[in-house]
């Protein structure tokens, strides 16, 4: 995920007084970014009193709206699903893989290959914090 602007944060260093290349310094952000943030701000007429109770989040979407967003082309399996799946004896991603090309191809929905299927479940694993379920028996895999 790449990483968001804080333009919350350099908004109200504006509303404080300091400068673009000022607030560029003493946050170790680059004055580009600096000036987009601001820029954006002076587009929309949104200044620090408009958005001092917001979050970081929503400042950030107001300012830069549908930056940022991705929605895969791709159908996209359960990863909770395929993270329990991968719980149970004998159960390989290559296989989960297997059966989500079947399930695509049968619904005639685009697929990921192996290696971005592979990839994308390791990014679920590390965003959702899942790990392995701990003291619970492992199932026979029964297909």
């Known amino acids: 995920m790449a990483r968001k602007i804080r333009a919350k944060l350099v908004l109200q260093l504006r509303a404080e007084g300091l400068s673009g290349r000022a607030i560029a310094a003493s946050q170790g952000m680059s004055r580009k970014s600096i000036t987009a943030v601001l820029e954006a701000a002076d ?19 107001r300012l830069f709206a549908g930056r940022g967003e991705h929605q895969s082309v791709f159908a996209q399996p359960d990863w909770d699903q395929v993270h329990r799946e991968m719980a149970r004896v004998g159960v390989t991603l290559k296989l989960l893989h297997g059966e989500y090309v079947d399930s695509c191809s049968a619904a005639g929905e685009p697929m990921v290959g192996y290696d971005r299927f592979c990839r994308t479940y390791q990014r679920h694993v590390l965003v959702t914090g899942a790990a392995s379920p701990v003291g619970q028996q492992r199932q026979p895999v029964t297909r």
């Open 43 to 61: 587009a929309a007429g949104v200044v620090w009193d408009d958005i001092a109770d917001s979050s970081d989040r929503e400042v950030y979407v």
